[in-house]
């Protein structure tokens, strides 16, 4: 198995809904991230985990909650959002020994 | 400061070939990264370089000088699926993350 998967493909939410995001791999990966990618820009990296442990969070808002229950899966937990937080939100991971991503689809969000 | 700097858009027509470049300015320099990018899908892993030189790849070359700061993709016999956006992303030794630029769309056209 060598992909990163990620449901759902399409969320729509309003802003006083609480929905979550699931990453999911079982390439024996260390490191798992969350990007959020707005059209035409690049990936802006949310939170990293490392060993299941939360090892960078870039700022982001307290909205945006990750969790990391094992180490083939990665969360991401959000409530009351703002429109302009609808985005393609990404999930990667990569070994502990490189730092190569594997990307998953990514799930696009829209709130409303 | 980070920065990484990439075209913003380039063009060129089907079995040509074209070079995308890439400068940065990070405060560490693991090591440096291509990914492609098709409109709505996930990027996904071209090439990654940490020695000076060229890499290649198939129809895709990728080449890194570290002293000065510059990379380029070299993509051969271009192919219409191969307009998408191409994303430079250097590992600054930071912790486990990745600094993207801007991405570079490319147009192939007949």
């Known amino acids: 198995d060598t992909e990163v998967t990620q449901t759902p493909k399409h969320l729509v939410m309003g802003m006083t809904n609480k929905k979550s995001l699931k990453c999911e791999q079982h390439m024996g990966h260390r490191a798992m991230y969350w990007y959020k990618q707005k059209a035409k820009k690049p990936p802006e990296l949310m939170f990293v985990?490392?060993?299941?442990?939360?090892?960078i969070n870039e700022s982001v808002p307290s909205r945006f909650s990750p969790e990391c229950p094992n180490s083939s899966l990665l969360n991401l937990h959000l409530h009351a959002l703002q429109p302009e937080d609808s985005a393609l939100y990404l999930c990667?991971?990569?070994?502990?020994?490189?730092?190569?991503?594997?990307f998953g689809p990514g799930t696009r969000l829209t709130v409303t | 400061g980070q920065n990484i700097d990439q075209p913003t858009e380039m063009t060129a027509t089907e079995g040509a070939i074209v070079q995308i470049n890439c400068t940065y300015q990070?405060?560490?320099?693991?090591?440096l990264f291509w990914y492609q990018q098709h409109a709505g899908e996930a990027p996904t892993f071209l090439s990654y370089?940490?020695?000076?030189g060229l890499e290649e790849k198939g129809r895709f070359s990728s080449f890194l000088s570290r002293s000065k700061g510059y990379s380029y993709l070299l993509l051969k016999e271009l192919q219409m699926k191969d307009s998408a956006s191409y994303l430079c992303a250097v590992d600054n030794q930071a912790g486990t993350a990745l600094i993207f630029g801007k991405g570079t769309t490319l147009s192939v056209s007949s």
């Open positions: 370089n940490v020695l000076d």
């Open positions: 985990y490392s060993y299941e442990k939360l090892s």
């Open positions: 990667a991971s990569s070994p502990s020994d490189s730092y190569e991503q594997y």
């Open positions: 990070t405060s560490g320099f693991n090591g």
